[in-house]
């Protein structure tokens, strides 16, 4: 396992490298439908991710982002090397900085949802794939106090 790196602030040149780490698991991910081309996909994160949430990375150039909205939703998380303690260091990251977290993340994401409940996320919710994507999805929620409302 690679010891994970220090977090940061990104930057808005980090918007086309955590697009591109995010157009990359799209398509090595065989379920995951593509809605949004590859440009549209790094015009969304330059256009909005960037400018209306807080957005956090590791490495230099980034090599794992975690992109977490004002009130208390994670947004994205995703590492380039999956498996590499990146995804934890940025979500214990996250954890100190608000009390309460939530995310959604589809019910096919099994690593994803293995991980969420590992690191103390319970599910709270469920939907039949209103979304984007067409793919049914669960809200997971954390709380520092270690209870879920």
């Known amino acids: 396992m690679t010891e994970p790196a220090e977090v ?3 930057a808005p040149d980090d918007a086309p490298v955590c697009a591109a780490i ?10 995951m439908p593509r809605v949004h081309t590859r440009d549209s996909v790094e015009a969304h994160y330059r256009d909005v991710v960037y400018a209306d949430r807080e957005v956090y990375v590791t490495g230099a ?4 982002y975690l992109a977490l909205s004002e009130d208390h939703f994670v947004t ?3 590492c380039a090397e999956p498996g590499s303690g990146r995804g934890k260091t940025l ?4 954890k100190g ?10 019910v096919a994401n099994t690593g994803a949802r293995r991980f969420y409940l590992r690191e103390g996320f319970r599910q709270v919710e469920r939907s039949d794939g209103d979304n984007e994507e ?8 954390w709380d520092s106090r270690g209870t879920v409302t």
């Open 8 to 10: 940061h602030r990104a």
């Open 22 to 31: 995010k157009n990359a698991w799209i398509d090595a991910t065989g379920w």
């Open 61 to 64: 150039p980034a090599d794992a």
């Open 76 to 78: 994205s998380l995703s």
């Open 91 to 94: 979500l214990d990251y996250a």
């Open 97 to 106: 900085l608000r009390p309460r977290l939530a995310l959604w993340t589809f």
């Open 134 to 141: 067409g793919l049914p999805d669960i809200l997971f929620a």
